[in-house]
């Protein structure tokens, strides 16, 4: 039974995952596709690039709100008698439960198949599952960005920093700070599956990066559709 309730919450995570933020975002802001904007991409970069600060906004708020669902009801879910003699731990559930959302965000039921490259989603979840690892990750992401102006820069750094970071922040955390993560090396195979599909899911960055046609980012720089 707990198996298919398990089952049943996956399948529901890749559904709330799929509620693409920046599609709906730019739909009820501006009546407009967002993937047909720009790069083409239903993400937080292209938003703030084709339609601004305001639509930008609203995506990382909607985003939060799906990451706050997903980790969270992972938490309620555990909480249920069924699960009392489960073997596995919270992180781990949530960070399948994360990766099943991702994988809606990337590839939407509800649109075609066709959504964002997840790294937002999975930066969310991130920092409601483990926050040490988050500050981490974005100070490294600050970093790069600030010295490269290229989001996909950090972005990139961030997947293959993620299992990384946690396995080094978890260890480090039991063996120096007396906390108790279990499954350390369980929970950095969890995570590779997301590095994998994010990696995949910035080809076409690494190709412009390479080729010189990657966009720098810019605060200055004005909606083109405002």
């Known amino acids: 039974m707990k198996y298919l309730i398990l089952a049943a919450f996956f399948a529901v995570c890749y559904l709330v995952g799929s509620l693409n933020s920046a599609i709906i975002v730019t739909y009820l802001l501006k009546r407009k596709d967002i993937r047909k904007f720009g ?36 938490r309620l879910i555990l909480l249920l008698p069924v699960f009392d003699d489960f073997k596995l731990d919270t992180l781990s559930v949530c960070l399948i439960s994360t990766l099943f959302a991702v994988i809606g965000h990337c590839f939407p039921i509800f649109y075609g198949f066709k959504g964002g490259k997840g790294i937002l989603l999975a930066a969310i979840c991130m920092l409601l599952t483990d926050p040490m690892v988050f500050l ?17 820069v950090g972005s990139l750094a961030a997947c293959i920093g993620y299992p990384l970071y946690t396995m080094i922040w978890q260890a480090f955390a039991n063996r120096f700070l007396g906390m108790h993560f279990e499954n350390i090396a369980l929970h950095g195979l969890l995570i590779l599956p997301m590095f994998f599909l994010c990696y995949f899911r910035h080809l076409s960055n690494i190709r412009h990066l390479f080729s010189g046609e990657e966009k720098k980012f810019s605060f200055h720089k004005k909606g083109e559709n405002e």
Not at 56 to 66: E, G, H, N, R, S
Request: hydrophobic share 55%.
């Open 39 to 74: 790069s083409f991409n239903a993400g937080l970069t292209n938003v703030y690039r084709c339609f601004g600060s305001v639509c930008a906004i609203c995506t990382i708020l909607a985003d939060f709100l799906k990451g706050a669902v997903v980790v969270f009801g992972t």
């Open 136 to 152: 981490l990750e974005l100070i490294m992401f600050v970093i790069l960005v600030a010295a490269t102006r290229y989001i996909s």
